[in-house]
Protein backbone atom coordinates (compact mmCIF):
# COMPACT_ATOMS: atom_id res chain seq x y z
CA UNK A 1 0.00 0.00 0.00
CA UNK A 2 2.89 2.28 1.03
CA UNK A 3 4.82 1.44 -2.46
CA UNK A 4 1.66 1.83 -4.48
CA UNK A 5 0.38 5.17 -2.78
CA UNK A 6 3.91 6.59 -2.87
CA UNK A 7 4.31 5.61 -6.35
CA UNK A 8 1.37 7.15 -7.63
CA UNK A 9 1.77 10.47 -5.99
CA UNK A 10 5.90 11.01 -8.05
CA UNK A 11 4.10 9.46 -10.92
CA UNK A 12 1.77 12.66 -11.37
CA UNK A 13 3.67 14.68 -10.16
CA UNK A 14 6.42 13.66 -12.57
CA UNK A 15 3.46 13.38 -15.56
CA UNK A 16 2.39 16.75 -14.90
CA UNK A 17 6.25 18.40 -14.29
CA UNK A 18 7.31 16.64 -18.27
CA UNK A 19 4.02 18.04 -19.61
CA UNK A 20 5.39 21.42 -18.43
CA UNK A 21 8.72 21.05 -20.18
CA UNK A 22 6.84 19.81 -23.07
CA UNK A 23 5.28 23.12 -23.84
CA UNK A 24 8.55 24.96 -24.67
CA UNK A 25 8.43 28.00 -22.49
CA UNK A 26 10.84 29.86 -21.11
CA UNK A 27 9.16 31.16 -18.39
CA UNK A 28 5.58 30.73 -16.94
CA UNK A 29 3.33 33.81 -15.23
CA UNK A 30 0.50 32.84 -12.82
CA UNK A 31 -1.91 35.53 -11.44
CA UNK A 32 -1.60 36.68 -7.47
CA UNK A 33 -2.88 33.98 -5.20
CA UNK A 34 -2.91 31.40 -7.54
CA UNK A 35 -0.73 28.29 -6.00
CA UNK A 36 2.29 27.05 -7.49
CA UNK A 37 0.62 23.49 -8.59
CA UNK A 38 -3.02 23.85 -7.54
CA UNK A 39 -5.55 24.91 -10.38
CA UNK A 40 -6.92 28.19 -9.52
CA UNK A 41 -9.81 30.70 -11.52
CA UNK A 42 -8.77 32.42 -14.55
CA UNK A 43 -7.73 35.60 -13.11
CA UNK A 44 -5.22 37.03 -15.05
CA UNK A 45 -6.28 39.38 -18.43
CA UNK A 46 -5.29 38.12 -21.47
CA UNK A 47 -4.58 41.59 -22.75
CA UNK A 48 -1.88 41.29 -21.04
CA UNK A 49 -0.08 39.37 -23.25
CA UNK A 50 0.12 41.82 -25.82
CA UNK A 51 -0.11 44.98 -24.07
CA UNK A 52 2.71 43.71 -21.28
CA UNK A 53 4.64 40.57 -21.69
CA UNK A 54 5.52 41.08 -25.80
CA UNK A 55 6.16 44.58 -25.01
CA UNK A 56 9.74 43.24 -22.60
CA UNK A 57 13.11 42.57 -24.18
CA UNK A 58 13.82 39.24 -25.25
CA UNK A 59 10.35 38.09 -25.27
CA UNK A 60 9.39 36.71 -28.53
CA UNK A 61 5.92 34.93 -27.80
CA UNK A 62 3.43 35.33 -25.05
CA UNK A 63 0.39 33.16 -24.82
CA UNK A 64 -2.26 32.67 -22.16
CA UNK A 65 -4.03 29.39 -21.42
CA UNK A 66 -7.09 28.76 -19.09
CA UNK A 67 -7.31 25.00 -17.28
CA UNK A 68 -10.41 24.29 -15.60
CA UNK A 69 -10.56 21.42 -13.28
CA UNK A 70 -13.00 18.43 -14.41
CA UNK A 71 -12.69 16.20 -10.93
CA UNK A 72 -10.48 14.92 -9.58
CA UNK A 73 -6.54 15.16 -11.23
CA UNK A 74 -8.53 15.40 -14.43
CA UNK A 75 -8.33 18.88 -16.51
CA UNK A 76 -9.54 20.39 -19.97
CA UNK A 77 -7.55 23.41 -20.95
CA UNK A 78 -8.74 26.17 -23.51
CA UNK A 79 -5.79 27.27 -25.86
CA UNK A 80 -5.98 29.59 -28.80
CA UNK A 81 -4.30 27.10 -31.47
CA UNK A 82 -2.31 29.06 -33.96
CA UNK A 83 -0.48 30.69 -31.35
CA UNK A 84 -0.16 27.61 -28.74
CA UNK A 85 1.44 25.91 -31.27
CA UNK A 86 3.53 29.28 -32.29
CA UNK A 87 5.28 28.71 -29.05
CA UNK A 88 5.59 24.87 -28.56
CA UNK A 89 5.91 23.73 -31.83
CA UNK A 90 2.84 21.59 -33.87
CA UNK A 91 1.55 18.73 -32.28
CA UNK A 92 2.13 15.78 -33.75
CA UNK A 93 -1.64 14.00 -34.96
CA UNK A 94 -2.64 10.52 -34.87
CA UNK A 95 -5.82 10.86 -35.86
CA UNK A 96 -7.56 14.20 -37.02
CA UNK A 97 -6.99 17.65 -37.69
CA UNK A 98 -6.84 21.01 -35.77
CA UNK A 99 -10.06 22.73 -34.59
CA UNK A 100 -12.66 23.83 -36.32
CA UNK A 101 -15.79 24.65 -34.87
CA UNK A 102 -16.39 26.29 -31.43
CA UNK A 103 -17.37 22.52 -29.94
CA UNK A 104 -14.14 21.05 -30.89
CA UNK A 105 -11.94 18.86 -28.27
CA UNK A 106 -8.58 17.47 -29.44
CA UNK A 107 -7.24 14.89 -26.64
CA UNK A 108 -3.84 12.74 -26.36
CA UNK A 109 -3.22 9.15 -26.86
CA UNK A 110 -4.09 8.54 -23.76
CA UNK A 111 -7.24 10.18 -23.34
CA UNK A 112 -8.14 7.85 -26.18
CA UNK A 113 -6.25 4.50 -24.85
CA UNK A 114 -8.27 4.83 -21.55
CA UNK A 115 -11.36 5.88 -22.60
CA UNK A 116 -11.78 4.12 -25.75
CA UNK A 117 -12.68 7.24 -28.03
CA UNK A 118 -11.21 8.39 -31.52
CA UNK A 119 -12.20 11.30 -33.90
CA UNK A 120 -16.09 11.85 -34.59
CA UNK A 121 -16.86 10.92 -30.69
CA UNK A 122 -18.36 13.00 -28.03
CA UNK A 123 -17.32 13.82 -25.15
CA UNK A 124 -18.99 15.25 -22.21
CA UNK A 125 -17.35 17.77 -20.09
CA UNK A 126 -18.48 21.15 -18.02
CA UNK A 127 -22.30 20.39 -18.82
CA UNK A 128 -21.65 20.11 -22.83
CA UNK A 129 -20.74 17.88 -25.47
CA UNK A 130 -17.29 18.43 -27.25
CA UNK A 131 -16.63 16.29 -30.54
CA UNK A 132 -12.98 14.99 -30.92
CA UNK A 133 -11.37 16.28 -33.89
CA UNK A 134 -8.07 15.11 -33.46
CA UNK A 135 -5.85 13.10 -31.02
CA UNK A 136 -2.24 13.70 -30.72
CA UNK A 137 0.86 12.68 -28.95
CA UNK A 138 1.21 13.44 -25.25
CA UNK A 139 3.59 15.75 -23.58
CA UNK A 140 2.19 18.97 -23.87
CA UNK A 141 0.28 20.59 -21.10
CA UNK A 142 -3.00 19.03 -21.05
CA UNK A 143 -5.42 16.01 -22.34
CA UNK A 144 -8.10 17.68 -23.47
CA UNK A 145 -7.57 20.88 -25.38
CA UNK A 146 -10.73 23.46 -26.38
CA UNK A 147 -10.58 26.70 -27.87
CA UNK A 148 -9.74 29.16 -26.21
CA UNK A 149 -12.84 31.73 -26.25
CA UNK A 150 -14.97 28.42 -25.93
CA UNK A 151 -14.39 27.60 -22.40
CA UNK A 152 -13.95 31.37 -21.56
CA UNK A 153 -17.57 32.08 -22.38
CA UNK A 154 -18.67 28.54 -20.40
CA UNK A 155 -17.08 29.74 -17.79
CA UNK A 156 -18.32 33.55 -17.66
CA UNK A 157 -14.06 35.01 -17.74
CA UNK A 158 -14.04 36.54 -20.90
CA UNK A 159 -10.67 37.58 -21.57
CA UNK A 160 -9.29 35.76 -18.70
CA UNK A 161 -6.56 32.80 -18.45
CA UNK A 162 -5.64 31.39 -15.89
CA UNK A 163 -1.16 31.55 -16.73
CA UNK A 164 0.69 32.97 -19.41
CA UNK A 165 3.63 31.27 -21.33
CA UNK A 166 6.76 32.81 -22.47
CA UNK A 167 9.29 32.51 -25.32
CA UNK A 168 12.23 34.40 -24.83
CA UNK A 169 14.97 34.65 -27.96
CA UNK A 170 17.76 33.34 -25.45
CA UNK A 171 16.86 31.38 -22.79
CA UNK A 172 20.32 32.99 -21.21
CA UNK A 173 18.10 35.83 -20.42
CA UNK A 174 15.01 34.33 -18.44
CA UNK A 175 16.72 35.57 -15.11
CA UNK A 176 16.94 39.19 -16.30
CA UNK A 177 13.59 39.10 -17.37
CA UNK A 178 11.93 37.73 -14.61
CA UNK A 179 13.61 40.18 -12.49
CA UNK A 180 12.42 43.32 -14.47
CA UNK A 181 8.89 41.89 -14.60
CA UNK A 182 8.44 40.91 -11.12
CA UNK A 183 9.48 45.04 -10.54
CA UNK A 184 5.95 45.68 -12.15
CA UNK A 185 3.99 42.22 -11.41
CA UNK A 186 5.02 42.12 -7.82
CA UNK A 187 1.83 40.09 -6.78
CA UNK A 188 2.61 37.69 -9.62
CA UNK A 189 4.06 34.56 -9.40
CA UNK A 190 6.66 34.38 -12.21
CA UNK A 191 8.84 31.33 -12.71
CA UNK A 192 11.71 29.90 -14.97
CA UNK A 193 10.73 26.19 -16.24
CA UNK A 194 13.28 24.90 -14.21
CA UNK A 195 12.64 26.36 -11.21
CA UNK A 196 9.10 25.75 -11.82
CA UNK A 197 9.58 21.58 -12.57
CA UNK A 198 11.47 21.57 -9.44
CA UNK A 199 9.06 22.55 -7.79
CA UNK A 200 6.94 19.64 -8.76
CA UNK A 201 7.89 17.08 -5.24
CA UNK A 202 5.57 16.12 -2.33
CA UNK A 203 6.59 18.81 -0.08
CA UNK A 204 4.88 21.11 -2.46
CA UNK A 205 1.73 19.88 -2.71
CA UNK A 206 -1.07 20.57 -0.04
CA UNK A 207 -1.94 17.77 1.70
CA UNK A 208 -0.13 14.87 -0.42
CA UNK A 209 2.64 14.57 2.40
CA UNK A 210 0.46 14.41 5.34
CA UNK A 211 -1.97 11.97 3.31
CA UNK A 212 1.15 9.81 2.41
CA UNK A 213 2.29 9.84 6.36
CA UNK A 214 -1.55 8.89 6.92
CA UNK A 215 -1.55 5.66 4.59
CA UNK A 216 1.98 4.84 6.51
CA UNK A 217 0.64 4.94 9.90
CA UNK A 218 -2.49 2.60 8.94
CA UNK A 219 0.08 0.70 7.00
CA UNK A 220 1.99 0.32 10.52
CA UNK A 221 -1.42 -0.57 12.61
CA UNK A 222 -2.53 -2.90 10.15
CA UNK A 223 0.83 -4.51 10.19
CA UNK A 224 0.37 -4.78 14.10
CA UNK A 225 -2.71 -6.17 14.06
CA UNK A 226 -2.22 -8.54 11.30
CA UNK A 227 1.08 -9.96 12.91
CA UNK A 228 -0.14 -9.80 16.49
CA UNK A 229 -3.16 -12.26 15.19
CA UNK A 230 -0.73 -14.60 13.43
CA UNK A 231 1.67 -15.05 16.42
CA UNK A 232 -1.52 -15.30 19.07
CA UNK A 233 -2.67 -17.45 16.65
CA UNK A 234 0.52 -19.34 16.55
CA UNK A 235 1.57 -19.60 19.82
CA UNK A 236 -1.97 -21.30 21.00
CA UNK A 237 -1.42 -23.94 18.20
CA UNK A 238 1.98 -24.67 19.45
CA UNK A 239 1.36 -24.74 23.08
CA UNK A 240 2.64 -28.49 23.27
CA UNK A 241 5.44 -28.14 21.26
CA UNK A 242 6.31 -24.49 23.36
CA UNK A 243 6.10 -26.88 26.70
CA UNK A 244 8.05 -29.54 25.08
CA UNK A 245 10.69 -26.94 24.45
CA UNK A 246 10.56 -25.67 28.01
CA UNK A 247 10.93 -29.28 29.39
CA UNK A 248 13.96 -30.05 27.60
CA UNK A 249 15.95 -26.82 29.21
CA UNK A 250 14.66 -23.79 26.65
CA UNK A 251 14.95 -20.59 28.44
CA UNK A 252 12.16 -17.67 28.04
CA UNK A 253 14.78 -16.21 25.61
CA UNK A 254 15.26 -19.17 23.61
CA UNK A 255 11.30 -19.25 23.01
CA UNK A 256 11.01 -15.41 23.03
CA UNK A 257 14.32 -15.56 19.96
CA UNK A 258 12.46 -18.27 18.25
CA UNK A 259 9.15 -16.71 17.94
CA UNK A 260 11.04 -13.26 16.46
CA UNK A 261 12.72 -15.21 13.89
CA UNK A 262 9.92 -16.23 12.42
CA UNK A 263 8.14 -12.58 12.62
CA UNK A 264 10.95 -11.46 11.11
CA UNK A 265 10.12 -13.86 8.53
CA UNK A 266 6.91 -12.81 7.78
CA UNK A 267 8.04 -9.37 7.73
CA UNK A 268 10.65 -9.62 4.81
CA UNK A 269 8.19 -12.09 3.21
CA UNK A 270 5.06 -8.95 3.41
CA UNK A 271 8.06 -6.46 1.94
CA UNK A 272 9.37 -8.70 -0.91
CA UNK A 273 5.47 -9.23 -1.97
CA UNK A 274 4.70 -5.75 -1.38
CA UNK A 275 7.79 -4.96 -4.56
CA UNK A 276 6.41 -7.52 -6.45
CA UNK A 277 2.46 -5.87 -6.16
CA UNK A 278 3.76 -2.39 -6.51
CA UNK A 279 5.01 -3.66 -10.21
CA UNK A 280 1.73 -5.11 -10.62
CA UNK A 281 -0.04 -1.75 -9.41
CA UNK A 282 2.13 0.38 -11.79
CA UNK A 283 1.48 -1.66 -14.56
CA UNK A 284 -2.08 -1.71 -13.88
CA UNK A 285 -2.23 2.12 -13.13
CA UNK A 286 -0.52 3.14 -16.37
CA UNK A 287 -2.23 0.33 -18.65
CA UNK A 288 -5.87 1.00 -17.53
CA UNK A 289 -6.03 4.63 -16.02
CA UNK A 290 -3.39 6.35 -17.32
CA UNK A 291 -4.85 9.73 -18.34
CA UNK A 292 -6.27 10.40 -15.03
CA UNK A 293 -3.47 8.58 -12.81
CA UNK A 294 0.09 7.44 -13.41
CA UNK A 295 2.61 5.71 -11.57
CA UNK A 296 6.38 4.93 -11.26
CA UNK A 297 8.57 2.37 -9.44
CA UNK A 298 10.09 3.94 -6.29
CA UNK A 299 13.09 2.23 -5.41
CA UNK A 300 14.12 5.13 -2.39
CA UNK A 301 11.16 3.77 -0.75
CA UNK A 302 12.01 0.05 -0.43
CA UNK A 303 13.81 0.74 2.65
CA UNK A 304 11.61 2.91 4.31
CA UNK A 305 8.95 0.00 3.48
CA UNK A 306 11.44 -2.74 5.00
CA UNK A 307 11.46 -0.65 8.36
CA UNK A 308 7.76 -0.01 8.91
CA UNK A 309 7.44 -3.62 7.70
CA UNK A 310 9.28 -5.24 10.55
CA UNK A 311 9.12 -2.29 12.83
CA UNK A 312 5.08 -3.31 12.75
CA UNK A 313 5.91 -7.21 12.87
CA UNK A 314 7.88 -6.81 15.69
CA UNK A 315 5.30 -4.94 17.56
CA UNK A 316 2.97 -6.99 17.03
CA UNK A 317 4.86 -10.46 17.88
CA UNK A 318 5.72 -8.55 21.33
CA UNK A 319 3.33 -9.50 23.29
CA UNK A 320 2.74 -13.57 22.17
CA UNK A 321 6.23 -13.97 22.36
CA UNK A 322 6.11 -12.84 26.10
CA UNK A 323 3.72 -14.88 26.48
CA UNK A 324 4.79 -17.95 24.83
CA UNK A 325 7.96 -16.96 27.24
CA UNK A 326 5.89 -17.17 30.12
CA UNK A 327 4.48 -20.39 29.86
CA UNK A 328 4.55 -22.98 32.51
CA UNK A 329 6.05 -26.32 30.66
CA UNK A 330 3.62 -28.88 32.94
CA UNK A 331 0.44 -26.64 32.07
CA UNK A 332 1.75 -26.28 28.56
CA UNK A 333 1.98 -29.85 27.98
CA UNK A 334 -1.21 -30.50 29.69
CA UNK A 335 -2.80 -28.01 27.11
CA UNK A 336 -4.79 -30.05 24.72
Known amino acids: MILAVVGLSHGILKDSADRAKGVGADIWVKPPGASLIGLSGASMSEKLMDNYFLQQPHVVKAVGTYTVPLGGVSTITGINYAKFTALSGSFKFIEGRPFRSRTDVIVDRWYMETNHKHVGDTVKAL ?5 ICGVVEPGKLARMYVP ?11 GKVSQALLKLDNPANTQAVITSMKRDLQDYSIYSIEELVSQFSIENV ?14 IVIGFLVVSLTMYTTVLERTREIGILKALGASPADIMGLLVRETLLLAIAGWLTGIVLSFVANWAINHFVRANLQSVIVPDWWPIAAVIAVTASLLGALYPGMRAARQDAIEALAYE
Not at 148 to 158: C, V
Request: hydrophobic residues 45%; glycine residues 10%.
Open 127 to 131: GMDWR
Open 148 to 158: LETLQDKMNTP
Open 206 to 219: AGLKAFIYVIIGLS
